[in-house]
C-alpha cells in the first residue's frame, strides 16, 4: 500500500522544523502533501488567532462567536499564505525559470508553518513578542531550505526567491488586493457581532473606559449604516 504525506505527517511536520533536506524530498514526492500542507496552515493560523484572541476578550466578543472568529481567522490566514506562495513561485519563475507546478510551492510553504503551530505562545507576557520573531524567522528558513530542495537552486536564491516573493505579496495587498482585505475586515466584524478595535491605540482606550466606549462606537456603526440607508 502506497504510503501517502498524511500518513507520515509528523515525521514530515518534524523534519522540516529540524531543516531536514530529505523531508522535503519526500514532500515532493508523497501523495497527497497539498492536502497535509493546508492542515498544518490552518492549524498555525488557529494558533495563532488563539495567541492574538486576548483583543476578542477586550472587544467582549461573545463565547460563540468568539469561537467562530477564531475558525474565520484560521480560514483567512490560509488565503494570505496562498497568496505569498502564488507570489513566490511567480518571482521563482521569472528570476529563475524555475519551471514548477504551484503545489510543490505550496507544499513547501506549507510545511515551513510548521512552526508557527506554536504560535498562541505569543500570548505569553513580556516573551511574546520575541517568540514571534523566532518563529517566523524560523519559518522563512525552512521555506529557503525548502525551496533550495524543491526548485534546485542556491540557498541565496532560494532566500531571495521567499523575501520577494513576500515583498511583491505584501504590495498587491497594499493596492490592488486591498478589496479583499476590506472584505475580510468586514467578515471579521460581522462574526464577531461587533467593530473589532485591533490597534493598539484603541485596544488601551477600551481597557481604560471599560465596556461603555465599545457600546457608543457600536451605536455609532449603526447610526452610520442607518443614514447609508436612507440616503
Known amino acids: 500500500m502506497t504510503q501517502t504525506a498524511l500518513d507520515r505527517f ?48 477586550i472587544n467582549r ?4 462567536r468568539f469561537l467562530l472568529s477564531l475558525f474565520i481567522s484560521s480560514v483567512l490566514f490560509v488565503f494570505t499564505v496562498l497568496f505569498w506562495g502564488l507570489s513566490t513561485w511567480l518571482v521563482s519563475f521569472i528570476l529563475f525559470h524555475a519551471n514548477i507546478p504551484y503545489d510543490i510551492v505550496w507544499s513547501t510553504l506549507g510545511f515551513a508553518y510548521a512552526p508557527l503551530i506554536l ?16 518563529l517566523s524567522i524560523w519559518t522563512l528558513l525552512i521555506f529557503v531550505m525548502g525551496l533550495r530542495v524543491a526548485i534546485g537552486i542556491g540557498t541565496w536564491q532560494a532566500l531571495w526567491c521567499g523575501v520577494l516573493g513576500w515583498v511583491v505579496f505584501q504590495i498587491v495587498q497594499r493596492t490592488i488586493g486591498r478589496p479583499v482585505a476590506i472584505l475580510g475586515k468586514w ?10 478595535v485591533t490597534d493598539m491605540q484603541g485596544v488601551e482606550q477600551l481597557l ?18 442607518g443614514d447609508n440607508t436612507r440616503v
Open 208 to 225: 481604560q473606559a471599560g465596556p461603555q466606549i465599545l457600546r457608543r462606537m457600536n451605536q455609532n456603526n449603526a447610526g452610520d449604516k
Open 187 to 196: 467578515l471579521s466584524n460581522t462574526v464577531a457581532g461587533t467593530h473589532l
Open 119 to 134: 504560535s498562541f505562545l505569543v500570548a505569553l507576557p513580556y516573551l511574546g513578542v520575541a517568540i514571534q520573531v523566532l
Open 61 to 64: 466578543v461573545r463565547p460563540l
Open 10 to 57: 509528523w515525521e514530515l511536520a518534524g523534519g522540516a522544523i529540524a531543516l531536514n533536506p530529505q523531508a522535503f524530498d519526500l514532500i515532493q514526492t508523497l501523495p497527497q502533501a497539498s492536502l497535509a500542507a493546508l492542515y498544518i496552515i490552518l492549524v498555525a493560523g488557529f494558533s495563532q488567532a488563539v495567541g492574538q484572541g486576548t483583543v476578542l476578550f
